[in-house]
């Protein structure tokens, strides 16, 4: 099958103090846009107002989403990550971005009762609504290590959520390394889908030390360039082609310093990958 999707990938491969490499590695490789942190953005505009717009015009490189964190589940904390989400927010829209993309915070180690997923649920809704009225689209992504995590928890937030202002940004590989199934997930979500991360996992059980650190067998905190692990990446597409998906899908891989590969190496592979299954760029 042809695939004409949008494809971009994100920055986290390289170092944080690496983003006009990321950039430019990127453009390189034929991607059509990039995401990377809010808080990258807020620090590019305090330190070197102007030059990341720069950066970007310099390697015809579109700025169409940004990863933004918030604690959702700290009722005290709420003012102040919505701030937050807001501020990147705001960045993001003056770059000519869309999306934000956002993710819950380390969760705690009690399992958190339905009370508390419906309180996340009202905080997320109220950030989506102050996003929604600066012109960005605010799509909730799931994460290993953070609330929202499993696959019912995935479905226990996800039922909470209001639908016309919170959107969803599955993250595929951290829906395998949770345990969940991607397949059921996206499938199930579809009419809400309006941003994605692509990830592959090297599949199995997980393991984390006496410490609580992940036992990392791959050098991408247990992922892998995309083709190379378990996720049944060509269901998924063929699930978003079925909707007449619209968004953009990003490539993406953890990136750390054990690394076995140059981030522009692994990005290169995701997209060979990519093209094996019909997608152009």
């Known amino acids: ?10 920055a986290i491969t390289w170092p944080e103090d690496e983003l006009e490499q990321a950039v430019r590695d990127v453009a390189s490789l034929g991607y059509q846009a990039f995401e990377c942190f809010g808080w990258t953005l807020e620090a590019w505009e305090k330190e070197r107002p102007g030059e990341y717009q720069a950066v970007l015009d310099k390697y015809g490189m579109r700025q169409y989403s940004a990863y933004c964190v918030a604690d959702f589940a700290d009722p005290g904390k709420k003012e102040e990550e919505i701030n937050n989400v807001v501020t990147w927010s705001k960045i993001l829209k003056s770059l000519g971005g869309e999306v934000a993309v956002l993710g819950g915070r380390r969760r705690k180690k009690e399992e958190y009762s339905l009370d508390e997923y419906k309180a996340m649920a009202d905080a997320v809704n109220e950030i989506a609504k ?42 595929v590989g951290q829906i395998s390394k949770g345990g969940g199934d991607p397949v059921k997930v996206v499938r199930d979500f579809k009419s809400i889908i309006k941003h994605v991360h692509l990830k592959d ?20 905190l247990c992922y892998l360039p995309l083709g190379e692990g378990v996720v ?50």
Do not use: W
């Open 130 to 171: 102050r996003l929604r009225d600066i012109g960005v689209r605010c799509c909730f992504h799931q994460h290993t290590r953070t609330p929202v995590e499993t696959q019912e928890e995935i479905y226990t937030f996800m039922n909470e959520i209001d639908p016309d202002v919170v959107f969803f940004a599955p993250d």
């Open 232 to 281: 049944p990446i060509p269901t998924i597409l063929e699930i978003l082609a079925e909707m007449n998906y619209d968004g953009f899908v990003m490539a993406e891989l953890d990136g750390t310093p054990s690394s076995p590969r140059p981030p522009t190496e692994a990005a290169a592979i995701s997209k060979r990958y990519l093209q094996s299954l019909g997608q152009k760029f």
């Open 201 to 220: 996992f090297v599949g199995g059980t997980v393991e984390y030390d006496e410490e609580g650190k992940l036992v990392d067998t791959t050098g991408y």
């Open 1 to 10: 099958m042809d695939y004409q999707f949008k494809i971009g990938h994100t």
